[in-house]
């Protein structure tokens, strides 16, 4: 099995050994017969190539790489595998709590129904909040460090009880010995001066959606009324991260076949003074006329190298300027598990909706099928537990040789599920979108490391 990946963009000629994680950036000369200096001894490949390049280059880049390959950071051996099991004692350590399943914009691409998820309009109450609150900390057993989502729909259209929780997941911190992040997700409709001042002293990210140019976001995120909602939104959102100052936000976008050049999306980002920002592709069934299928992939392909090399120029000028998937840790990775099982859904990581039953994670919610439990009773479907925990590089037979396997961790569950029926089964167009992401985001760091 040939662990090496290579690559060329952004100037950059890139060579990736899968095992190590290794990321070399080499010649034009080394990236042309690196596949060869694998196969052909020293002699045979100065014999057969030096007609093209001097036998003295090829004989140090020969040596060059095999030093490399002795360290185990060329050519390696693909026989990794997980040690120990995953998440034996069933820790969660991170939740999204959905205090809201209304919403006031009527998304044309949302997956959660317009914020109903298929089911009826409700807003979470206090005790079924506070009993959230208590699951996590019981289910955390020996992790200190609990991460809260506030979710919707809208979740500021249950504000009042997000104050309330926020207060009471800070009494149970020291009584056991845990400390709350609180993050929330708004659309910024609901946003005036006394959310934001509370947002922004009580939340550690905030996530706020954004489609980018108004055109876009007006077609694809209509108010109930039907009425656009770039211009209300942007100007709550600047307002926002003004006082914000350096506190963690995201700008997040979706894009959809309507806006297959994001790229101006995201430089939009940045001219309206936002620093850090995402664009996702929207993850849908194809039959829906603004879906992403398998005939848009090349041109968003192409699209991540523009916005590559747009991003460079603007990190020139602006280099607290950030774009979420080109924020890759070439050092310091995760360790093993995490590198092989993703996100945690279903296992480390749950949703709570405004009843209390208890999902996977949040793009399962309203999915019968799906239910775990709740937090009144606890986790009833161990069976699925186990099935989640399962699920990583090593059980997902279209995994086995890819690349990037080890950044992307397979995947997204719910997007497997959604494409395929299957949560083993990795959504394809995901997947090679992720990998030109991981191919631009290696190559801008190589790029940056030049200067």
Request: proline share 3%.
């Amino acid at each position: 099995m040939n662990s090496l990946h290579k690559f060329h963009l952004n100037d950059q000629y890139v060579l990736l050994d899968r095992p190590s994680g290794a990321v070399h950036v080499v010649d034009p000369m080394i990236y042309d017969l690196i596949e060869e200096m694998q196969e052909k001894s020293k002699e045979d490949l100065v014999k057969a190539y030096k007609d093209r390049y001097p036998e003295e280059d090829l004989r140090e880049a020969y040596d060059e790489v095999y030093k490399i390959k002795d360290m185990g950071l060329l050519f390696s051996e693909d026989d990794l595998e997980l040690s120990a099991p995953y998440n034996e004692e069933n820790t969660i350590k991170a939740m999204c709590l959905h205090v809201a399943h209304d919403c006031n914009l009527r998304c044309r691409y949302c997956f959660a129904s317009q914020g109903a998820y298929d089911h009826d309009r409700l807003l979470m109450d206090e005790e079924t909040g506070k009993a959230a609150l208590d699951f996590l900390v019981a289910h955390s057993n020996h992790r200190i460090n609990l991460e809260v989502d506030f979710f919707g729909g809208e979740p500021l259209m249950n504000f009042d009880l997000v104050k309330k929780l926020v207060a009471y997941g800070r009494s149970l911190e020291e009584k056991h010995n845990k400390h709350f992040r609180f993050t929330i997700t708004t659309n910024g409709l609901l946003l005036d001066d006394d959310k934001i001042d509370f947002i922004n002293e009580h939340m550690d990210n905030v996530v706020l959606s954004l489609d980018g140019r108004k055109e876009v976001h007006d077609k694809m995120r209509p108010t109930a009324n039907g009425k656009g909602s770039f211009d209300l939104v942007v100007e709550n959102f600047k307002k926002l991260v003004e006082k914000r100052k350096d506190k963690d936000y995201y700008i997040r976008g979706t894009f959809t076949n309507h806006n297959l050049d994001f790229s101006k999306d995201v430089k939009l980002f940045h001219d309206l003074g936002f620093e850090k920002t995402s664009m996702e592709p929207v993850v849908c069934e194809p039959e829906k006329e603004y879906a992403i299928r398998e005939e848009h992939v090349d041109q968003i392909l192409k699209e991540y190298e523009v916005l590559s090399a747009l991003y460079l120029d603007i990190q020139k000028e602006d280099p607290d300027f950030l774009f979420f998937h080109f924020m890759v840790d070439l050092d310091q990775g995760p360790c093993m598990v995490k590198r092989s099982v993703g996100c945690g859904a279903g296992s480390e990581y749950c949703a709570v909706t405004p009843t209390g039953d208890v999902y996977p994670c949040h793009q399962f919610v309203g999915q019968d099928e799906f239910k775990l439990g709740d937090v009144f009773t606890g986790i009833e479907n161990t069976d699925l537990v186990e099935d989640f925990k399962k699920a990583n590089v090593f059980s997902k037979e279209d995994c086995g040789d890819c690349w990037a396997k080890y950044y992307c961790s397979g995947g997204c569950h719910a997007n497997a599920y959604y494409a395929n029926g299957s949560i083993l089964k990795p959504h394809k167009i995901g997947c090679q979108l992720e990998k030109k992401r991981l191919e631009a985001a290696i190559s801008i760091l190589a790029k940056q490391g030049e200067n």
